[in-house]
């Protein structure tokens, strides 16, 4: 009798486990509501939303997490077709008549452990359905945007979405006709919302994605890219920024009816949380520093004192527009690792300082040096036109067009050079000096100038760049840096106008002033280095001194009595 007790009490309480377990592993979401998920380790977590409104004809349940990926699914066995994979991942779920409850179920791939945010929000039957149109993915009806990234470019993707429809109604067909009363009516816009610089921390994400996570939030916090009809692409790429946290949302309207929704929301760092290699905690190489500090140290030269001392600020100059373009060149070329290119521009790029300042040393032409440093500045102008909203205009985005423009920029720049070379020189040293400084600062901490530059470098690099959005936000760092960029800038630039306004416009070249001079002596026979043979003569006499044979000492002619 006691045995049979004690069996009893295990089973209850085995039972009683059993069932705390389940309620620890479900999770009750209230709609329009955030709701913190843990997915414990080898577990699955059913999210739960009763009392649904019967004005609801479909609800999307989306779960985000920072650095894992997490598993949604309408069944808790897995089957193809009904869950989906990711980051920032979501299901649709249309309702049928007088139902007030759904579930899904939540899990990770690999059976670790995961947490993250989750929302669940109701749409009416006027609304439309994102996703509804679906013909690539893997889900029937699919409201998730999907990303990929690389050094580039981010490309984003999503499926068509579809007019409402009320429970228990058939869906209108998608591609049947094409007329006001379909799918392709609606219009499509696309956001992107920037998270602050350089945070990358979880809680920074999960407070930015509250921020976007339905149709108002998005349209009063992000800043709306573009809006395209049903007859657009749905795939568009965008700068990649290593390191920038973007979020990128797209919101289906009906402009009949003047309703709207909201695909899943998607973010990137354009980098990996999991990679020990070039990942986001380990963005800045130590050889791109020292590379960077040491020409923000040339361009603070340059920018105070490049034209007093014309022969470092040849150097300099010489030295970023070989190394410019020898970077280009190595990076299309080979496939040599990051620092052994970063060194091998290094050295073109001295020898092509080298050769800026010989060419000046031989031939004396200032105008032709003078040219190239307008060049650099041209290069530098057109990279901030085209850094603002103007680069992302469409015309722009054909590289026939963009190269053509950009170069006439480019060009016209060092025209003002003829008329006022000395005023020119001097501005180009303050402007590409202080910003050198800023590039400086870039390496240890993310600063979005940068990308003044580096975009048209990545569109030299990239054939397919020209299709991605260019914009980036600009936010405390970058205005204290353009600040920064400024004072720096106008200081240099006044400065030296100071300091030489009673100065020779140029310095001479020295081996046009040792002809000069060569000749001077040839024809003043006053000069007593006139009479002074040549160098080659004295040469040669020193040769023949010490090559002639030494005479026997002592007397050797007969005496004479």
Not at 60 to 75: A, C, E, G, K, V
Not at 97 to 106: A, V
Not at 220 to 229: A, E, F, P
Not at 447 to 474: C, E, G, H, M, Q
Request: glycine residues 6%; positive net charge; hydrophobic residues 45%.
């Amino acid at each position: 009798m006691p045995l049979k007790r004690e069996c009893f009490v295990l089973l209850v309480l085995s039972w009683v486990s059993s069932v705390r377990a389940q309620d620890e592993n479900r999770v009750v979401f209230s709609l329009g509501t955030f709701q913190n998920v843990s997915v414990p380790e080898n577990g699955t977590v059913q999210a739960v939303v009763s009392r649904i409104p019967a004005n609801v004809s479909f609800i999307t349940l989306q779960f985000h997490t920072q650095r894992s990926n997490i598993t949604l699914s309408y069944f808790q066995v897995l089957v193809y077709g009904f869950s989906v994979t990711g980051r920032d991942a979501g299901l649709l779920s249309t309702l049928i008549p007088s139902q007030t409850t759904l579930s899904w179920f939540l899990k990770t791939p690999d059976g670790s452990s995961t947490a993250g945010i989750g929302v669940i929000l109701p749409y009416s039957s006027a609304d439309p359905v994102p996703g509804a149109c679906n013909q690539e993915f893997a889900l029937e009806i699919d409201p998730n945007i999907y990303l990929q990234y690389n050094l580039f470019e981010t490309t984003i993707t999503f499926a068509p979405a579809n007019i409402g429809y009320g429970r228990g109604e058939v869906p209108p067909a998608c591609d049947k006709d094409t007329g006001s009363s379909t799918r392709w009516r609606l219009v499509y816009e696309v956001y992107q919302y920037f998270l602050p610089e350089g945070d990358l921390s979880e809680q920074s994400l999960i407070s930015s994605m509250e921020r976007v996570a339905n149709v108002q939030n998005v349209r009063d916090n992000s800043r709306k890219v573009m809006s395209l009809t049903s007859h657009d692409r749905t795939q568009f790429s965008f700068n990649s920024l290593p390191g920038q946290g973007v979020i990128f949302s797209v919101i289906v309207r009906d402009p009949l009816l003047n309703t709207s929704a909201s695909y899943i929301p998607v973010h990137t760092y354009a980098c990996s949380f999991n990679s020990t290699l070039d990942g986001c905690s380990d963005l800045g190489r130590a050889s791109t520093k020292v590379f960077f500090t040491l020409m923000g140290l040339a361009g603070l030269f340059v920018c105070f004192v490049g034209h007093r001392f014309f022969k470092c600020e040849l150097f300099c100059m010489g030295f970023g527009f070989m190394a410019f373009l020898f970077f280009i060149l190595i990076t299309r070329t080979t496939m040599l690792v990051y620092d052994i290119r970063l060194a091998l521009t290094a050295l073109m790029g001295v020898v092509g300082g080298v050769a800026l300042v010989m060419s000046w040393w031989r031939f004396g032409s200032v105008m032709a040096c003078v040219l190239v440093v307008g060049l650099i500045l041209g290069f530098l102008v057109s990279s901030i036109a085209f850094f603002t909203p103007l680069g992302d205009l469409p015309i722009f985005h054909n590289d026939a067009v963009f190269w053509v423009v950009f170069s006439c920029i480019m060009v016209v720049v060092p025209l003002f050079f003829i008329r006022w070379p000395r005023e020119g020189n001097i501005v180009t040293c303050g402007v590409v000096g202080a910003y050198t400084v800023v590039l400086a600062v870039n390496a240890y901490t993310y600063t979005s100038l940068s990308y003044i530059t580096l975009d048209v470098l990545k569109r030299f690099l990239n054939n397919n760049f020209s299709r991605a959005f260019i914009s980036v936000p600009l936010q405390d760092i970058d205005f204290i840096l353009i600040t920064v960029w400024v004072v720096l800038g106008v200081s240099g630039i006044v400065l030296q106008l100071y300091r030489e306004k009673s100065r020779p416009f140029f310095p001479p070249s020295p081996y046009v002033m040792w002809k000069q001079e060569r000749e001077r002596r040839k024809t003043n026979v006053l000069d007593p280095s006139h009479h002074k043979p040549s160098l080659s003569t004295r040469i040669l006499g020193r040769i023949r001194q010490l090559t002639r044979r030494t005479e026997p000492a002592g007397e050797t002619t007969p005496l004479l009595f």
